[in-house]
């Protein structure tokens, strides 16, 4: 079992258009909406491929009901805490090159006896996970050590811990020493105090995050392909060229590709990028299951040179 933490889910709208204006009214070529959220993707991503998940996250207003109906019949095992406030709502505009314009809420701030209920719930389904996954933004008002304080607590009952986080959240987060983190290039150089603009960079960032706590890391860069830091190695996986046609949920199917099987860190981290590439290839917060991913093959590759550039 792998269980996901996403305390600040969404209700996503995803809407594809023929051209972006301003201030034009705007017809659609097609819209559909999904459950959203990074947690909330890694378990999509699993159980579309077979993988037992439960997705643990707050629920509330009508956007909770749709998200939660969304979530029936996917494979994922739900347990939620229900608050006072409505999830978010987002919106993504589509144009036919794959643009992605995304519009997004900040989330309901949730008490202190919503979060406290939010916290024992996660720990309770950890107890019987190999993973757990605390992934996402933070609710308004939520103190930024949350998934520090929440890494300390769940390794406590022997499952490993996967952060994907950004800003201070992750900072402190690596600190207490998660199992793993997945940052985007803009994240491993804001957390590593490195600007990540060379190969080079990039590997110096990952080893510095890595002497402050991260155990690995997955670190994904965009169409470059990315990087994986082990204990005394560094891998990386060539992003092939593909028709990209939303970056959305690419991350998240990365990470649930990484921790679907427990395989030498090779196997897995070839899964890893097999997966998030499957999910760019499709439009929206769509993520990839068995049958996008048949025929799909990433295969590792030597490190570039520290002097080459990551666009």
């Given amino acids: ?8 889910p969404s209700l996503d709208h995803t809407i594809e258009i ?34 037992a998940t439960q997705a643990v996250f707050p629920s509330g207003g009508a956007e909770g009901a749709h998200l939660r109906a969304l979530l029936n019949g996917t494979g994922v095992d739900v347990s939620v805490v229900e608050i006072a406030g409505a999830i978010r709502s987002n919106v993504d505009l589509i144009e036919p090159d794959g643009t992605v314009t995304a519009l997004r809420e900040a989330g309901p701030s949730l008490s202190s006896a919503e979060l406290s209920s939010l916290e024992s719930l996660l720990i309770e389904k950890s107890k019987r996970a190999r993973w757990t996954v605390l992934s996402g933004s933070l609710p308004p008002d939520v103190p930024v050590d949350f ?5 300390e ?6 499952a490993r811990v996967a952060v994907d986080a950004s800003d201070g959240a992750l900072a402190a987060a690596i600190e207490a020493g998660p199992d793993l983190i997945k940052p985007n290039q803009f994240e491993l150089a804001a957390a590593s ?27 994904s ?15 990386f996986a060539p992003a092939p060229p593909i028709q990209a046609k939303s970056a959305v949920g690419a991350g998240d199917s990365m990470l649930a590709g990484f921790l679907a099987i427990d395989d030498a860190p090779e196997v897995a981290f070839a899964r890893a990028a097999t997966w998030g ?9 769509l993520l990839p299951t068995t049958a996008d991913l048949e025929g799909m093959v990433i295969e590792l590759a030597e490190v570039p040179a520290a002097n080459v550039p990551i666009p």
Avoid: C
């Avoid at 023929?18 to 699993?46: C, E, F, H, M, Q």
């Avoid at 998934?147 to 890494?151: F, G, I, S, V």
């Avoid at 600007?195 to 960079?201: C, I, L, P, Q, R």
């Fill in 1 to 8: 079992m792998i269980v996901t933490l996403t305390p600040n």
């Fill in 18 to 51: 023929s051209t972006l204006i301003r201030g034009s009214i705007l017809p659609a070529v097609r819209s559909w909406y999904d459950p959203a959220g990074k947690g909330i993707n890694v378990s999509r991503a699993l159980a579309g491929n077979g993988f």
């Fill in 147 to 151: 998934y520090a304080m929440l890494t």
């Fill in 153 to 158: 607590r769940v390794r406590a009952t022997g």
């Fill in 193 to 219: 105090g490195i600007a990540v603009e060379t190969f080079g960079d990039a590997v110096a960032a990952g080893h510095e995050l890595q002497r402050r706590g991260a155990r690995a890391i997955i670190a």
């Fill in 221 to 235: 860069l965009g169409s470059t392909g990315a990087l994986y830091f082990g204990e005394g190695t560094v891998l």
């Fill in 277 to 285: 590439t499957a999910a760019a290839s499709l439009p929206g917060s």
